[in-house]
């Protein structure tokens, strides 16, 4: 059995991932606003899938991770989170994603936190 290395480059760079200048593309999810959806940073771990988080508007509020991202992706203190709040508790709020590191700097280096 003969195993190849499929990268046509030497660097071992696919030519598709990366912009002119070296860096990597980044594909960030904003938040959409007729969902009433901003961003948050999470701040504490309370337990029981429940986090409190500073939103974008200056509010802290309790964060409830979602089932849907509960086992696929790992929420941690200091991570950057989209979140939904309640229209009938406004200091509680539903966790909908999380961003990775090189999201976060793209939102940051783009002015959108």
């Known amino acids: 059995m003969c195993?190849?290395?499929?990268t046509n480059?030497?660097?071992g760079i696919d030519p598709n991932a990366v912009n002119e200048d070296g860096?990597?593309?980044v594909r960030v999810r904003l938040p959409r606003k007729r969902n009433n959806e901003q961003f948050a940073m999470a701040e504490l771990?309370?337990?029981a899938n429940h986090i409190r988080v500073?939103?974008?508007d200056g509010v802290t509020r309790m964060g409830r991770i979602k089932g849907k991202i509960k086992?696929?992706?790992w929420i941690r203190e200091g991570d950057?989170?989209?979140v939904t709040p309640w229209s009938f508790q406004d200091e509680k709020c539903d966790?909908?994603?999380r961003y990775l590191p090189p999201q976060a700097d793209w939102l940051r280096k783009n002015r959108y936190l």
């Open 3 to 6: 195993i190849r290395n499929n």
């Open 9 to 11: 480059n030497d660097e």
């Open 23 to 25: 860096t990597p593309i």
């Open 45 to 47: 771990m309370m337990g």
């Open 54 to 56: 500073r939103c974008h």
């Open 71 to 73: 086992k696929r992706a």
């Open 80 to 82: 950057i989170v989209l």
């Open 95 to 97: 966790i909908v994603y």
